[in-house]
């Protein structure tokens, strides 16, 4: 079952349990994928709808940090919740040691002596880490390995 089909069936589940608050990130997921399709005029694979998720995640993130930040628990409740409901959609993130082997691996495939390789050795980790590792961390990791 592809994700975008998985995504639709809880959705009915959702639906059918009147799970009001998980009914709407769902919603709000497919409706975000929809727009990408609407907008590219392309149909979304898996890894394309992951990045879809990994863009709205840092959203709630972002908005999250921000609610707390000026005391609107009532927000930040929300935000919580829908970060909960498109975690469940990611795969299993990867440890340290798997992101540092992948890391390993990419810089000697692409030949990376330095920093003005930092381009060819994250084209090579993007596609691996996909909704399993945060693409600024694990960038940082590549500025401090080459440099």
């Known amino acids: ?5 998985q995504i639709t069936e809880d959705m009915k589940t959702a639906m059918r349990a ?6 709407s990130a ?3 997921l497919l409706a975000a994928i929809k727009q990408r399709e609407v907008d590219e005029r392309i149909e979304l694979d898996d890894e394309q709808i992951l990045t879809v998720i990994e863009k709205m995640l840092k ?9 707390e930040a000026a005391n609107r628990q009532d927000l930040a409740d929300v935000e919580k919740l829908e970060i909960t409901v498109l975690q469940t959609y990611l795969p299993q ?4 040691a798997e992101v540092a082997a992948l890391l390993d ?10 920093m003005k390789d930092m381009g060819k050795v994250m084209a090579i980790l993007k596609p691996q880490i996909t909704g399993r590792a945060d693409a600024a961390k694990v960038s ?3 500025k401090a390995k080459l440099s």
């Open 26 to 28: 769902i919603r709000m």
């Open 1 to 5: 079952m592809s994700l975008k089909q």
């Open 18 to 23: 009147k799970d009001v608050s998980r009914l």
């Open 140 to 142: 940082a990791l590549v």
């Open 59 to 67: 959203q709630r993130r972002d908005s999250l940090s921000q609610y």
């Open 105 to 114: 691996q990419a810089v000697e495939a692409s030949g990376a002596a330095g």
């Open 93 to 96: 993130p990867l440890t340290d």
